[in-house]
């Protein structure tokens, strides 16, 4: 078993409560001479959420149909995949990008959710939106919802498709940071990296059958997502992603006439200077302590920086009375406290550390911060069940805010 040590200075720091579920501030790497054409663009590491490259990051613009990316995620994480979405009469013959739906057609969302993300569909983004949603106004509710729950600050959406209109708008790295949590689902995962789909089509004798846009799935190496978009004021929008050597990358880019060839400079200069490296391993003990760490923590580094790493060793308090604990039971579970990664003096990292005989089952960073509802969690089979999703999120939004 390998053992962490700490410098002595930095050994100790007695907390009473440890603030585990409290987000961690964007470590922002230093802009290179790395440039785009873009208006704005973003890349970040998806594992770790740094944020990697920022030009005009912060910026609402304009996002087509990335609104897209949102629309999916909604509907993943709150409808029921196998139910079957009717196209009603705001929904049929939507303008722009169409799948041609027929009116009163019936599909089910996972298949809507395909023609959605490979061909944007705006007639299945508003089906989409009225089937999970109650109503595209619900829907959109849920949308802005979504995007306080994971700090959008330069976020807000009026409709499912992105098609311009006032109040909607969104920034590139807030883009990154959405696409990077929902490359975390599987199925919006699974959806994005598709470059083909077929799906049934009960007015033809022959089935869909959906070519994704995005390019980059077939210009570079290790593509795996997300979405393009386009409306003549917001002009060519592309999300992209690639995985290679074990790490996954998102670029932004809005308002960039030269979108293909631009990602493939962010990403591949994300992967030359940024590399993921494993910091901490599951199950290393702690010099000086018997102590084990909870999981395993990497984290992008560009070139010198691992040098500047600083690690301590927060401790748990136990309760003051003892004899109450021992006879409630240990409420701790063996947790002992916390390792402590910092970077230029900001806090990337946070390992939970246990007694070596109480270490509990391997989870995911994501699904601690998050805990996002599965894909069936909220299904929506009718328009009283669609209405419940929306209210679920008014429950949490208010209960978050106390």
Avoid at 20 to 49: F, K, Q, W
Avoid at 382 to 397: D, I, Q, T
Wanted: hydrophobic share 40%; glycine share 10%.
């Amino acid at each position: 078993m390998k053992t962490l040590n700490l410098k002595p200075a930095l050994m100790v720091i007695l907390c009473a409560v440890l603030l585990y579920a409290a987000p961690l501030p964007l470590v922002r790497a230093e802009n290179s001479s790395i440039s785009t054409h873009a208006r704005a663009a973003a890349l970040i590491d998806v594992e770790s959420g740094r944020i990697l490259y920022s030009s005009r990051g912060d910026e609402p613009m304009l996002i087509a149909s990335l609104t897209k990316i949102m629309t999916a995620l909604v509907a993943v994480e709150n409808g029921d995949l196998q139910s079957k979405v009717k196209v009603g009469k705001n929904a049929f013959a939507k303008e722009g990008s169409s799948l041609y739906l027929k009116l009163g057609e019936e599909m089910t969302l996972e298949d809507m959710l395909y023609g959605l993300m490979l061909r944007s569909g705006n007639d299945a983004a508003t089906a989409i939106a009225e089937h999970v949603g109650g109503s595209e106004e619900g829907f959109v509710y849920m949308m802005n919802a979504k995007a306080q729950e994971l700090g959008l600050a330069h976020t807000h959406f009026a409709n499912p498709h992105g098609l311009d209109a006032e109040g909607h708008y969104s920034s590139a790295n807030d883009l990154a940071v959405l696409t990077a949590y929902a490359m975390h689902n599987p199925v919006f995962k699974q959806i994005v990296k598709t470059q083909e789909k077929t799906a049934d089509n009960p007015y033809e004798k022959w089935d869909y059958k959906w070519l994704n846009k995005n390019k980059m799935l077939r210009l570079y190496e290790g593509a795996d997502g997300v979405k393009t978009g386009y409306t003549k004021q917001a002009l060519r929008c592309l999300v992209s992603s690639a995985t290679r050597n074990g790490q996954q990358l998102v670029a932004v880019t809005l308002n960039d006439g030269n979108d293909w060839n631009d990602h493939a400079a962010l990403l591949d200069f994300g992967f030359n200077h940024y590399p993921l490296k494993t910091l901490v391993e599951r199950g290393e003990g702690i010099s000086g302590y018997g102590f084990v760490t909870g999981k395993t923590f990497a984290y992008p580094l560009g070139q010198g920086e691992e040098a500047r790493l600083v690690t301590r060793l927060e401790i748990r308090q136990e309760k003051a009375n003892a004899g109450q604990q021992t006879a409630r039971g240990n409420s701790s579970f063996g947790l002992k406290g916390a390792l402590v990664l910092q970077l230029g003096g900001k806090e990337i990292g946070r390992v939970p550390v246990y007694s070596p005989d109480q270490l509990p089952p391997e989870y995911s960073a994501y699904e601690k911060k998050y805990q996002p509802a599965g894909a069936a969690a909220y299904p929506a089979d009718n328009w009283l069940e669609a209405l419940g999703s929306a209210l679920r999120v008014l429950f949490r939004m208010g209960a978050s805010a106390k």
